[in-house]
C-alpha cells in the first residue's frame, strides 16, 4: 500500500481509538506529574493539602452558621430566644426578600476562600463552597421553582471571564435539583464597587441596576426564585435585585450566600 493512501475503513477505527486512549492516559499522566510537582496548598494558610483547597485546621476555624437564628435573615443568635423570634435587623429594616440563608460567618478564612474564587481564578473551590451553600439552604431549595445568580454588569463579566454566582449556583444546581436561570436577570448599569460605601451610599449605588429581560418575565411570573451570592454584607445588592424580581411579579425571593457579616454584639 502506497506510504500516502488512507488506510483502510476496518483500520481507521481501531487507530483513531487508539489514539484517543493514548491522548487520554498521556493527559492523566501529565496531571498526575504536575500534581506531584506542585501539590495543592491550602488557599488559607499555603500548607500542602489533599482535598479542595482548604485544610483541616483552616477548615475548623470557618464558622458555619447553625440554628439558632433569625427564620427571617438567617443571622445567628447567641442564645436561643424561641420560635419564630426575629433579630432586631429583621424588625427594623425588613428587606424586599423573604428569608436569607449563609453557609459560614464572613470571618478570616471565608474571605480568603471568597476573594480566591472572586479575584484568582480559584474556581476549583466552588464546589465545595456551593455543597456548604446547598446545606445551609436546604429549607429553601425544597420549595423553589429557580436558582438566579446575582449578575455582573457585562463589561465587569468580560474582565473576570465568568461569574463567580454563578459558578456556585451551578453546583447548588447539582445538589438540590433546582435548575439555574442566569439570563432572567440583568445588571443594566454598571456600578461602583461596594466595598468602603457607607449602607446608604450602597444602596443608593445598586437602585435601577437590576432589571428582568423583557423576553423573560413570563418564566418569573409566580415563581419563588432563590437568589444566589458570593457575600451578603448590607444586602442592598441582593435587596434590589429582589424588587426587580418582585416587580416582574415573582411570588417570593429568597436568598442563599456562602458567607454574610455578622455584627458583634
Same mark, same amino acid.
Given at each position: ?96 426578600? $423573604? ?107 445598586? $437602585? ?58
Amino acid at each position: 500500500m502506497d506510504a500516502d493512501a488512507t488506510p483502510p475503513r476496518s483500520i481507521a477505527a481501531p487507530l483513531r481509538a487508539a489514539w484517543t486512549a493514548g491522548r487520554h492516559v498521556l493527559s492523566r499522566a501529565a496531571r498526575l506529574v504536575l500534581d506531584i510537582a506542585l501539590p495543592t496548598l491550602c488557599v488559607s494558610c499555603r500548607e500542602p493539602v489533599d482535598g479542595e483547597g482548604v485544610c483541616a485546621a483552616c477548615w475548623a476555624r470557618l464558622s458555619f452558621i447553625e440554628r439558632p437564628y433569625c427564620p427571617r435573615l438567617g443571622i445567628p443568635f447567641v442564645y436561643d430566644p424561641g420560635p419564630d423570634m426575629l433579630s432586631m435587623e429583621a424588625i427594623a429594616s425588613p428587606p424586599a426578600y $423573604q428569608r436569607a440563608r449563609a453557609a459560614v460567618r464572613y470571618d478570616d478564612v471565608a474571605r480568603t476562600l471568597v476573594h480566591a474564587l472572586k479575584y484568582q481564578d480559584r474556581t476549583d473551590l466552588a464546589p465545595a463552597m456551593g455543597r456548604w451553600m446547598a446545606r445551609a439552604g436546604g429549607e429553601l431549595l425544597a420549595g423553589a421553582d429557580m436558582l438566579v445568580p446575582v449578575p455582573l454588569h457585562w463589561r465587569r463579566a468580560w474582565r473576570r471571564r465568568y461569574n463567580q454566582s454563578g459558578a456556585l449556583a451551578h453546583i447548588i444546581a447539582r445538589q438540590s435539583g433546582v435548575k439555574v436561570r442566569g439570563e432572567v436577570l440583568r445588571r443594566v448599569r454598571a456600578t461602583e464597587q461596594q466595598i468602603g460605601l457607607s449602607r446608604a451610599q450602597r444602596a443608593t449605588n445598586v $437602585q435601577g441596576a437590576f432589571q428582568v429581560s423583557p423576553d423573560r418575565q413570563a418564566e418569573v411570573q409566580g415563581r419563588r426564585i432563590i437568589l444566589v451570592d458570593d457575600v451578603l454584607t448590607s444586602g442592598a445588592t441582593l435587596d434590589a435585585c429582589a424588587r426587580a424580581l418582585l416587580r416582574a411579579k415573582a411570588a417570593q425571593v429568597d436568598v442563599l450566600v456562602f458567607a454574610r457579616v455578622v455584627e458583634s454584639r
